[in-house]
């Protein structure tokens, strides 16, 4: 079954374990010089600067599982800040990298310091900080943000590409310029703009190479960095699985229904939300059945898509657990979707699942698609695990022709939860893969992370109506909703959904508590 470690695999893990104990439990000097002598210091540490902000690069260390790195305003660096990363590059913006403590950018014509150490993924230190490099940012009169890097591509179609590169911040937006000669002259090529470091062009010529660069601009179009190098990628001549781009949404409909965060005040928000993204497939959470019809018109309307429930809203079943899908792009038979009560136990709340099979009237293929909605609290850990465990079963009993099946909700169960996130053990033990790689106890995305481009996911699918939107100061944020799929199926590319200006505070109405997540997936 896949999910489960090889003899060898487990034999690895337990002499990580038992290294990582003796190491704990050995003379700091001691383990200094034991870990030392396998791993060199971090060298070649440079620089690339602009107002307010420093790039920073270093050359790999070999097998180097992560390294630390060390800022400080002082030379001496005995007041400092740290963040890790697993990479070889990272963009140092803010005097303090938690994006929480909302702390100044970097100031123009001022020097800083920076140094690297190899760290485990632990967060073990494996070596002694490397040589320390010392930074001046550009001056006022430079532009403030850093240009993009790390451009990568894939197939959507046989007219359009995926594309994306490091994100520049909350509140920024993209300009890409796009064409045939690796010039990109003026008039002679294309703009294109997203506000998400992840977008798709489209309109592109089967076969043929396109050359493209990506600036950031801010939200009224002033240039914020220079252009970043330019990047390529040819367009398929083959590829034939059209994306589907699926989100869940836990609405919170009447569950956040206070003085504060009434419904009819924040409706008008979720429906907007939803229409920009435009998602094919909608997996609702806290969606009330008596608010359903509504916010389905004003979805048709917004969007120009013609979406309906699996149930219509006229059905009391399935509680406040919804499926939505665009019925011009989806069909469903009459006998393939349906619900089921998963187990209550002593929590006393009744949560569901709800199934159909669609079939994509684009490729002709199927999809196994689950909407679903666990019970919350930390005392319900065990009841957790029950209720995933009841999904897996409904997936094996309603899909005997083993489809590609895709299972997305509000799990309400996170990395940090204890004694483990059962949620993610018991899915990824059966197979199922998720597009973060936000496994146990994790800072960095796991390497089973499926998502090949990724948007803001740095931020909290739950953000407890908060003003600013909670977020990591590493590359995952906390999840507790999340979109599982089987191994087959392609993510393509996978999104938190915020609205945010540069200080990370939402704009506008907050729609709900929870921020949508979505996938863009293609079927095997």
């Known amino acids: 079954m896949a999910g489960e470690p090889t003899a060898r695999r487990r034999l690895l893990a337990m002499v990580g374990v038992f290294l990582?104990?003796?190491?704990?439990?050995?003379?700091?000097?001691?383990?200094?010089?034991?870990?030392?002598a396998s791993y060199a210091k971090p060298s070649g540490l440079s620089a690339t600067v602009s107002a307010n902000a420093v790039g920073l690069r270093w050359k790999a260390v070999k097998n180097a599982p992560a390294y630390r790195v060390q800022f400080s305003t002082k030379s001496d660096m005995k007041t400092f800040k740290t963040k890790d990363v697993v990479g070889t590059y990272l963009a140092w913006t803010n005097l303090d990298p938690s994006p929480s403590?909302?702390?100044p950018r970097l100031k123009p014509s001022t020097t800083y310091y920076f140094r690297?150490?190899?760290?485990?993924?632990?967060?073990?230190?494996?070596?002694?900080?490397?040589?320390?490099?010392?930074?001046?940012?550009?001056?006022?009169?430079?532009?403030p943000e850093l240009a993009p890097v790390a451009l990568k591509s894939s197939v959507q179609s046989t007219t359009s590409s995926y594309i994306s590169w490091s994100s520049r911040g909350p509140?920024?937006?993209?300009?890409?310029?796009?064409?045939?000669?690796?010039?990109?002259?003026?008039?002679?090529?294309?703009?294109?703009?997203?506000?998400?470091?992840?977008?798709?062009?489209?309109?592109?010529?089967?076969?043929?190479?396109?050359?493209?660069k990506?600036?950031?601009?801010?939200?009224?179009?002033?240039?914020?960095?220079?252009?970043?190098?330019?990047?390529?990628?040819?367009?398929?001549?083959?590829?034939?699985?059209?994306?589907?781009?699926?989100?869940?949404?836990?609405?919170?409909?009447?569950?956040?229904?206070?003085g504060v965060h009434v419904w009819s005040e924040r409706k008008a928000a979720v429906i907007a939300n939803l229409a920009a993204q435009?998602?094919?497939?909608?997996?609702?959470?806290?969606?009330?059945?008596?608010?359903?019809?509504?916010?389905?018109?004003?979805?048709?309307?917004?969007?120009?898509?013609?979406?309906m429930t699996t149930d219509p809203p006229s059905r009391g079943g399935s509680g406040t657990t919804k499926l939505a899908y665009d019925t011009s792009r989806f069909s469903m038979e009459a006998s393939e979707h349906g619900s089921v009560a998963l187990t209550a136990g002593e929590s006393g709340t009744k949560k569901w699942a709800v199934w159909a099979i669609l079939t994509d009237k684009l490729s002709g293929k199927k999809l196994f698609v689950v909407s679903n909605h666990l019970v919350a609290g930390v005392a319900w850990q065990e009841l957790r695990k029950v209720q995933t465990a009841e999904i897996l079963d409904l997936v094996t009993a309603k899909n005997?022709?083993?489809?590609?099946?895709?299972?997305?909700?509000?799990?309400?169960?996170?990395?940090?939860?204890?004694?483990s996130n059962y949620v993610y053990d018991v899915l990824s033990a059966a197979g199922y893969r998720e597009p973060l790689g936000n496994t146990n106890n994790s800072w960095t995305p796991a390497r089973t992370a499926s998502a090949e481009h990724r948007a803001n996911l740095d931020y909290n699918t739950f953000n407890n109506f908060d003003a600013y939107a909670p977020r990591s100061k590493y590359d995952n944020g906390s999840a507790i909703d999340y979109i599982w799929h089987s191994p087959k199926v392609r993510v393509a590319a996978a999104a938190v959904v915020v609205d945010v200006d540069s200080a990370g505070r939402f704009v506008g109405v907050i729609p709900s508590d929870h921020n949508m997540l979505t996938a863009i997936v293609h079927l095997p």
């Open 101 to 103: 403590a909302r702390s």
């Open 278 to 307: 435009s998602p094919d497939i909608v997996a609702l959470q806290e969606m009330d059945r008596s608010l359903l019809a509504d916010l389905l018109d004003g979805l048709r309307a917004a969007s120009s898509r013609p979406y």
């Open 20 to 36: 990582g104990l003796a190491l704990v439990a050995a003379p700091a000097g001691v383990a200094t010089v034991a870990h030392a």
């Open 171 to 212: 509140g920024v937006l993209y300009r890409i310029r796009y064409g045939t000669s690796s010039k990109l002259p003026i008039g002679k090529s294309r703009l294109a703009s997203s506000s998400t470091p992840t977008t798709v062009l489209k309109g592109l010529v089967s076969g043929t190479k396109y050359y493209y």
């Open 214 to 258: 990506v600036r950031v601009l801010s939200t009224s179009g002033a240039y914020l960095s220079n252009y970043s190098k330019t990047s390529s990628f040819t367009v398929s001549k083959t590829y034939s699985s059209p994306a589907i781009k699926v989100a869940t949404y836990n609405v919170c409909s009447v569950a956040c229904e206070t």
């Open 400 to 419: 005997p022709d083993k489809l590609p099946v895709v299972i997305a909700g509000d799990f309400n169960s996170g990395r940090d939860y204890k004694p």
């Open 116 to 143: 690297v150490k190899v760290i485990s993924l632990t967060k073990v230190n494996l070596t002694s900080y490397g040589p320390k490099l010392k930074v001046k940012t550009a001056s006022a009169k430079a532009m």
